[in-house]
């Protein structure tokens, strides 16, 4: 029975935490900083269990640091500590956090809203001009062919992705017993289908080039706002 229970629990755990990183109108910090981000509590605010302030789960405490998860356009989801000690996470005001960056909340604004789009744009395998190479290849996975070349103003390259197809040939040839006609396989070829090429500046996308095979739009190319570098 005690196995069990430790079971349950552990499953327990795995589902709260599936469902911590799942909502559509939330923007995770994995998904712009995989690296993770901390800020610094400089207001001891409240900490709720859930966006719309309910829920109180107690006081965060004053100097600490925290983890920051995800944030909407109005507070940020957060792991740390209690004014008592003990662990806590849940969401807080960005009026919290200390930071040398007087736009701190308008910059997270900016970037839930640029996130957003991204996300639709993964979701769909596309890419647009103003992504990042960490964006552009979690839409199209890893490019078929690169180069780079370093200037005195930083780095350039371009990344191609080729869908490829195997394309049969065949030639009609005479059976020389009966006269017959039929086909015969010649030989098989690897011909090019569609083609992304995409064209980076220090990291984000300046062009992208698309065949027509592959969307159907003649060449309209979309664009996302470049990322906001931030500092608090």
Same mark, same amino acid.
């Given at each position: ?100 960056n007087p736009n701190l909340v308008d910059d997270f604004k900016q970037i839930y809203r640029r996130q957003l789009i991204v996300r639709d744009l993964i979701a769909h395998? =596309?890419?647009? #001009?103003?992504? *990042?190479?960490?964006?552009? &290849? ?5 490019? @078929?062919?690169?180069?780079? $070349? ?9 990344? =191609?992705?080729? #869908?490829?197809? *195997?394309?049969?040939?065949? &030639? ?5 017993? @009966?006269?017959?006609?039929? $086909? ?20 984000? &996308? ?10 159907? $739009? ?6 996302v706002a470049y990322p906001i570098l931030l500092t608090w």
């Amino acid at each position: 029975m005690r196995l069990a229970g430790t079971l349950l629990l552990v499953l327990t755990g795995m589902i709260q935490a599936s469902l911590l990183d799942s909502d559509p109108k939330v923007v995770y910090t994995t998904e712009f900083a995989p690296e993770g981000m901390e800020l610094k509590v400089s207001k001891a605010m409240m900490v709720f269990g859930t966006k719309d302030a309910k829920q109180k789960r107690g006081r965060l405490k004053l100097g600490s640091k925290v983890e920051l998860v995800g944030f909407d356009e109005r507070a940020f989801q957060v792991r740390g500590t209690r004014s008592n000690g003990e662990g806590v996470s849940g969401w807080v005001s960005p009026k919290a956090f200390a930071s040398e960056n007087p736009n701190l909340v308008d910059d997270f604004k900016q970037i839930y809203r640029r996130q957003l789009i991204v996300r639709d744009l993964i979701a769909h395998k =596309e890419v647009a #001009v103003g992504m *990042t190479e960490h964006e552009v &290849a979690q839409s199209l996975g890893e490019p @078929t062919k690169t180069n780079a $070349r370093l200037t005195a103003n930083g780095s350039t390259g371009t990344w =191609e992705f080729i #869908v490829y197809e *195997t394309v049969k040939h065949y &030639a009609n040839v005479r059976d020389p017993y @009966t006269g017959g006609i039929y $086909r015969q396989l010649v030989n098989t070829t690897k011909e090019e289908k569609s083609k992304v090429a995409v064209e980076f500046e220090n990291g984000i &996308a300046t062009a992208v080039e698309e065949s027509e095979d592959r969307t159907g $739009r003649k060449g309209r190319v979309r664009s996302v706002a470049y990322p906001i570098l931030l500092t608090w």
